[in-house]
């Protein structure tokens, strides 16, 4: 397995999936497999100065082992694009997406009334970088 800078397929494939508009200021991180499956994507939209909107696409979880997808992503995020928070949008009825998200590091901090749909709310989560678990420190031993 490889994690890689996502290819332009990789982008348009989680744009289809997730039903989401395309922009300009997607970059993505992606975990392959050797032979070129993908098996997970996060699509990463710089939002403002100082946050981007995550999109994570899971095929299958062997692209979750040991980490290194989660690491590779957050680094980007919050040291390559030196940004100081992450956001995803959840719908409420997407109760799998709200546990791995939470696991991951994420905190609801709102709800947006009718985000999802008609009487379906969309979670607004965030993780700050001062808090995230993936990512190196300047003071960390090792």
């Known amino acids: 397995m490889r994690i890689v800078q996502a290819t332009n397929e990789d982008i348009m494939y989680v744009i289809g999936r997730l039903h989401l508009n395309y922009s300009q200021s997607m970059v993505g991180i992606s975990a392959i497999s050797d032979s070129g499956k993908l098996y997970c994507c996060c699509l990463i939209i ?20 040991n980490n290194w997808f989660f690491k590779e992503s957050f680094n980007y995020v919050f040291n390559t694009a030196d940004k100081l928070t992450a956001t995803v949008f959840v719908p409420e009825s997407n109760k799998k997406s709200e546990v791995f998200c939470k696991k991951i590091g994420f905190n609801e901090i709102a709800r947006i ?30």
Do not use: Y
């Open 46 to 65: 710089i939002s403002s100065e100082s946050c981007v909107t995550m999109h994570i696409v899971v095929d299958s979880p062997i692209g979750l082992k």
């Open 113 to 142: 009334p009718n985000g999802a749909s008609a009487g379906k709310d969309t979670l607004v989560m965030v993780m700050q970088k001062d808090a995230c678990k993936w990512i190196a420190r300047s003071n960390d031993n090792g």
